[in-house]
């Protein structure tokens, strides 16, 4: 897409402030060169430990920073919605003034001529685009992702009395627009049955949409959240560059903001750590309607990934050579994922029990990847909802009141409700428990039989020996059985267990193993993408 040049004058100024913010002398601290980041919008000068940003003077079909006072509008605005979440990065707006000699001067007495907002400056290698190049990122990362999402979006400002189809539609029209015009990169048939596809899954979830609008779910979020925009600060994950130029643009469903953040996982390969995220994310539910949300998620990630398909088409025409080629590879990646998340497996439901040190967790949340619709199943834990019901951290230990029968089937209503929900939405769901009563396998395999969804119960099984090792080693586990609780289990009739029996005394790699292997065999395909790198 062309970018609009500003009129002359303001092209020779420009110019002028581009050059005079490059220009190490500018900056009296740093006696290095100035390293300078240009990108559809805006040039970012990186000074030593400081950081300008100044916006380009186009008016784009979607912002406008043609204008002085619509720079000094666009600059204020990403100090106001950054600073909150990332206070160590966004310091301040200074002016870029011209001075009674006629020289340009920063922060200093003068007229004003441009706005830049001034960062203090990270290591491009703590960028989360960059540490996942080098490989999966780990379960911890991945929570602390989730958390910063739920964080943003349970202090976000509802957007009273939106309309969450009327939020979403315009991006799926310009999908169909864009991506159907896309010649010599995606075939028209391709295309034409994208478009179709899109529509009926937008055409769908509207009734969804327009409750979740109703119901607090439409904030104004980050807009942005890919792994691009995120960096790490002492260990921890912080947002940044959140889309401070259209407040509609902005205000979106909150998963849909979360989508974007799933879907760059996804499409780097690592649909575990995606995986992760996205049930520490139900987990915290900090909005609310997180588990009905899901059956959203499908048209969600399909128009991030179709968004970052179209962005590489414009790219391609600004562009040459290698890096024309990479923006080509980059079309036809999301393309093929955008049309991948709108052909979503069926949901099924998977239990998994066995007595406590059995790795039934473990195991849980390894296949929970490749269960289901992207990013795979809904992972319910019945150690952490019993933590739930108490209100307390998942590694807090509970009392033993926290034990009684009478808390325990709690508990089990609650996996049951969970798993309902999930499959309600057309997700798929692994719930994991002890399950050692008759009645409450029962119960799990009716739930499936309610909503005409696929069924496979795992019994995981090991020596005695083996669950006394592990669950003696268990540190920072949501779980509270001690050899003391594993003695005890021992001693339960558990009546006939009709479901598939797991070696679980070998390697968690092993049991993962004949764990697929007994899905396969009652006819659940696990998606081959899924597989963490581990």
């Known amino acids: 897409m062309p970018i609009p040049a500003a009129p002359p004058d303001d092209q020779d100024e420009e110019r002028e402030v581009a050059a005079f913010m490059a220009d190490s002398a500018t900056y009296p601290r740093c006696a290095s060169r100035i390293d300078v980041i240009e990108t559809h919008a805006a040039r970012v000068f990186l000074a030593g430990d400081d950081v300008y940003k100044v916006k380009k003077r186009v008016r784009l079909p979607f912002l406008d ?18 600073q909150p979440h990332a206070p160590g990065i966004y310091l301040g707006v200074v002016p ?26 990270f290591s491009q290698e703590a960028l989360l685009a960059r540490v996942a190049e080098k490989g999966p990122l780990s379960d911890a990362l991945a929570k602390a992702l989730a958390g910063l999402a739920a964080r943003y979006h349970g202090e976000s400002a509802v957007a009273e009395a939106a ?20 010649q010599g990169l995606i075939d028209p048939k391709v295309a034409q049955a994208f478009a179709e596809r899109l529509a009926q899954t937008f055409s769908q979830v509207t009734p969804l949409l327009h409750e979740r609008g109703r119901t607090g779910c439409v904030r104004r979020c980050h807009g942005d959240l890919h792994l691009g925009n995120i960096v790490l600060i002492d260990g921890g994950p912080v947002p940044f560059d959140a889309l401070e130029f259209s407040e509609r643009l902005g205000t979106i469903d909150v998963l849909y903001d979360l989508a974007f953040l799933l879907m760059d996982l996804d499409h780097r390969g690592d649909r575990h750590a995606a995986n992760v995220v996205l049930n520490a994310y139900v987990s915290a539910a ?6 009905e949300g899901l059956a959203c998620l499908p048209l969600f990630l399909s128009c991030r990934a179709g968004v ?26 999301h393309a093929d994922l955008a049309r991948s998340y709108l052909e979503p497996p069926p949901g099924a439901l998977v239990a998994i029990g066995g007595l406590s040190g059995t790795g039934k967790s473990t195991l849980a949340a390894q296949l929970a ?77 009716a739930v499936a039989r309610e909503l005409g969804r696929p069924f496979v119960g795992l019994w995981l099984t090991a020596p005695r020996e083996t669950l006394m090792a592990r669950v003696g080693a268990r540190r920072g586990d949501a779980s509270d059985a001690d050899r003391a609780v594993v003695a005890q289990q021992l001693g339960y009739d558990t009546g006939a267990v009709s479901w598939s029996r797991v070696e679980a005394s070998g390697s968690p790699a092993q049991c993962l193993e004949a764990a697929e292997a007994a899905l396969r065999a009652a006819g659940i395909s696990l998606a081959a993408r899924a597989r963490p790198r581990r």
């Open 65 to 82: 920073f043609s204008t002085l006072e619509a720079r000094r509008g666009a600059i204020a605005r990403e100090l106001e919605i950054n």
């Open 96 to 121: 870029v003034v011209r001075g009674a000699d006629g020289r340009l001067a920063l922060d200093g007495e003068g007229k004003v001529v441009d706005w830049a907002v001034h960062m203090r400056r």
């Open 163 to 182: 309309d969450g189809a009327r939020v979403i539609e315009p991006v799926v029209r310009q999908l169909i627009a864009a991506l159907g015009g896309a």
């Open 286 to 291: 900090p909005v609310g309607g997180e588990i």
């Open 308 to 333: 970052r398909a179209v962005v590489a088409i414009e790219r391609m025409a600004q562009t040459e050579g290698a890096t024309r080629e990479e923006q080509r590879a980059n079309v036809v990646s």
């Open 369 to 445: 990847a490749g269960l289901g619709p992207a990013p795979g199943a809904l992972h319910v834990r019945s150690d952490v909802e019993r933590k739930h019901l108490f209100g307390v951290g998942e590694t807090e230990r509970l009392p033993p009141e926290g034990y009684q029968a009478e808390v325990s089937e709690r508990v089990y209503a609650q996996l049951l409700d969970k798993a309902r929900r999930a499959l309600a939405a057309n997700h798929a769901a692994i719930v994991d428990a002890v399950f050692a009563k008759p009645a409450e396998r029962a119960a799990i395999e």
